[in-house]
């Protein structure tokens, strides 16, 4: 029974991009499309070369923001508030979710690589708005960005949760390497599964697998 794999949980880890809305939503489009703007306006490179950029530091840094704070000495305060600045009509309220999610016991945090008052206006388009415990973002892990463990041991020294258990629900397979090896239970949310020891379970859909665990 899923529900026995989770028993020892009393803190479920949230991500919160294409995790805790489904990505056919396309939100983190919009956000691509500032990323790349904001690297072409600031480095003085056309468009082509920043989302070349963008996606290169992405895959080597584990945020593009990561790569431009390495290897261009960035500000991160107003490129955040810069890429954050679009559209949430794309996003719509999920009531069975926010139901499964009230349902789990124990504390409930969200941990996102984008900062927390982006974060929380995701949350309030999706209805989810007063679920969670903690929003954790960026600025909080000294924008370290996942998949760094120190980013991870950061934020859950500053929340107080003992990762033997916590529970962490990502998209990104590669953000859940070091939960798995600081001894939390992981959950892939992805269309496609990745499979890899440091995945103990995967699903394409946040809501139904919520719904398998807590019967609601």
């Not at 239970?185 to 398998?212: C, N, S």
């Given at each position: 029974?899923?529900?026995?794999?989770?028993?020892?949980?009393?803190?479920?880890?949230?991500?919160?991009?294409?995790?805790?809305?489904?990505?056919?939503?396309?939100?983190?489009?919009?956000?691509?499309?500032?990323?790349?703007?904001?690297?072409?306006?600031?480095?003085?490179?056309?468009?082509?070369?920043?989302?070349?950029?963008?996606?290169?530091?992405?895959?080597?840094?584990?945020?593009?923001?990561?790569?431009?704070?390495?290897?261009?000495?960035?500000?991160?305060?107003?490129?955040?508030?810069?890429?954050?600045?679009?559209?949430?009509?794309?996003?719509?309220?999920?009531?069975?979710?926010?139901?499964?999610?009230?349902?789990?016991?124990?504390?409930?945090?969200?941990?996102?690589?984008?900062?927390?008052?982006?974060?929380?206006?995701?949350?309030?388009?999706?209805?989810?708005?007063?679920?969670?415990?903690?929003?954790?973002?960026?600025?909080?892990?000294?924008?370290?960005?996942?998949?760094?463990?120190?980013?991870?041991?950061?934020?859950?020294?500053?929340?107080?949760?003992?990762?033997?258990?916590?529970?962490?629900?990502?998209?990104?397979?590669?953000?859940?390497?070091?939960?798995?090896?600081?001894?939390?239970?992981?959950?892939?949310?992805?269309?496609?599964?990745?499979?890899?020891?440091?995945?103990h379970f995967h699903d394409t859909d946040l809501t139904d697998f919520l719904g398998r665990l807590t019967g609601v």
């Amino acid at each position: 029974m899923l529900a026995e794999q989770f028993r020892h949980v009393r803190t479920w880890v949230f991500d919160l991009d294409n995790t805790l809305y489904p990505p056919r939503m396309r939100l983190f489009d919009q956000i691509e499309k500032r990323m790349t703007a904001y690297v072409a306006r600031t480095l003085g490179v056309t468009e082509e070369v920043a989302d070349h950029l963008r996606d290169t530091y992405w895959r080597l840094h584990g945020t593009t923001l990561a790569g431009l704070m390495a290897e261009h000495a960035l500000d991160p305060t107003p490129y955040l508030a810069d890429v954050h600045d679009i559209d949430f009509s794309v996003l719509s309220p999920d009531p069975v979710l926010a139901a499964r999610i009230a349902a789990l016991p124990g504390r409930r945090i969200v941990y996102t690589n984008a900062d927390a008052p982006y974060a929380r206006r995701v949350l309030t388009a999706r209805g989810l708005e007063g679920l969670f415990d903690a929003v954790y973002g960026v600025e909080h892990a000294d924008y370290r960005p996942k998949p760094e463990r120190q980013a991870f041991e950061t934020v859950f020294a500053l929340d107080g949760l003992d990762p033997a258990t916590a529970a962490m629900f990502e998209d990104d397979a590669r953000n859940l390497a070091a939960p798995h090896a600081m001894g939390m239970r992981t959950v892939h949310i992805a269309p496609e599964p990745e499979p890899a020891p440091h995945i103990h379970f995967h699903d394409t859909d946040l809501t139904d697998f919520l719904g398998r665990l807590t019967g609601v």
